[in-house]
């Protein structure tokens, strides 16, 4: 899998239109100057040389060097990749939290206006744009409420000192209580965004298992032995219930992660999302090239933790 999102990115850089010198920086350098670039990244060399060190330099962790700001992709990684990290993390953790909430009560009271409010709700935030909800919050809780910050990640001169490079977890440890109010308000409304859009598609699938586990033999023999109902959805079929969202979860890291650019766009979170989309604006396809392949190794990662924790968590899954 990680070969053939390699070899993707690697082709699809090389099929746009021109050379990305060229894309990037026109007429704004001489013929001279471009032909060096050129020969410095290597597009002067055949495609499958160039191929063979591409391959190469990103076992060895180099994802390249920007045209644009002429820096290490992977120091654009290291600088940026903190802040996406902990929206990512919010945000899942809303997610996890509005999906098992709402998706398990509306199991319970099925059929009830509560399920068809739930569901209602879940449908309602998997189609919504997440750069029209970010906008729409914007406009309710701080230009409106004055609640929340519109963007950024911190105030000016807040910034705690530097531990995780998490700002949340940096400013707990540290005790640097302003910083985490700070940090805390400005990570609100791009993480609520975030984890509302995918919550969605958790409210439907928990619902689903819940109904699925509450209809299954233990159950029933659970109820007539008179043991209280509530007892039997939390203790008996919430649990064998979270199994496939489990699972789930790490599929959907992938969505997380392609809707934390629009997030952080919006919001101007200053992650490896808004890096992204500014170097899509400048054609700097030598960088986008780094960042998506990194998004790629990211996810693989990401999905293949998840397999283990699904292996841990149920007994009937085994690796051999």
Do not use: C
């Amino acid at each position: 899998m990680l070969l053939i999102l390699l070899t993707a990115t690697f082709l699809l850089l090389r099929v746009a239109p021109g050379d990305p010198v060229t894309a990037t920086l026109g007429d704004r350098v001489s013929p001279e100057r471009a032909d060096a670039i050129r020969k410095g990244l290597g597009l002067n060399r055949p495609l499958w040389q160039q191929y063979a060190e591409y391959i190469g330099d990103i076992g060895r962790g180099d994802f390249g060097r920007s045209i644009t700001t002429d820096r290490p992709i992977r120091t654009t990684i290291s600088d940026r990749f903190p802040a996406t990290l902990e929206l990512t993390l919010a945000a899942m953790a809303v997610a996890v939290l509005v999906g098992i909430v709402v998706g398990s009560l509306a199991a319970r009271f099925r059929d009830t206006p509560f399920d068809v409010g739930g569901r209602l709700f879940g449908v309602v935030l998997y189609a919504a744009p997440i750069f029209w909800l970010g906008l729409m919050f914007q406009l309710l809780f701080s230009i409106w409420l004055h609640w929340f910050p519109t963007g950024n990640r911190i105030d000016a001169f807040l910034e705690p000192r530097s531990i995780t490079k998490l700002y949340v977890v940096d400013s707990l440890i540290t005790g640097n209580w302003t910083a985490l109010r700070s940090s805390a308000r400005h990570l609100a409304l791009p993480a609520v965004t975030l984890g509302l859009v995918i919550g969605g598609i958790f409210i439907r699938l928990v619902r689903v298992n819940m109904l699925q586990t509450l209809k299954s033999d233990y159950v029933e023999a659970a109820r007539a032995r008179g043991i209280k109902e509530r007892r039997i959805v939390f203790s008996h079929a919430f649990k064998n219930a979270l199994v496939p969202v489990v699972t789930i979860i790490g599929l959907q890291f992938a969505l997380l992660l392609s809707g934390a650019v629009l997030t952080e766009t919006t919001f101007t979170w200053p992650g490896i999302g808004l890096s992204l989309y500014r170097f899509l604006q400048n054609r700097d396809y030598i960088a986008v090239q780094g960042l998506v392949t990194f998004y790629a190794l990211f996810v693989v990662g990401a999905s293949l933790l998840i397999d283990v924790v699904s292996a841990w968590i149920d007994p009937r899954i085994r690796y051999r």
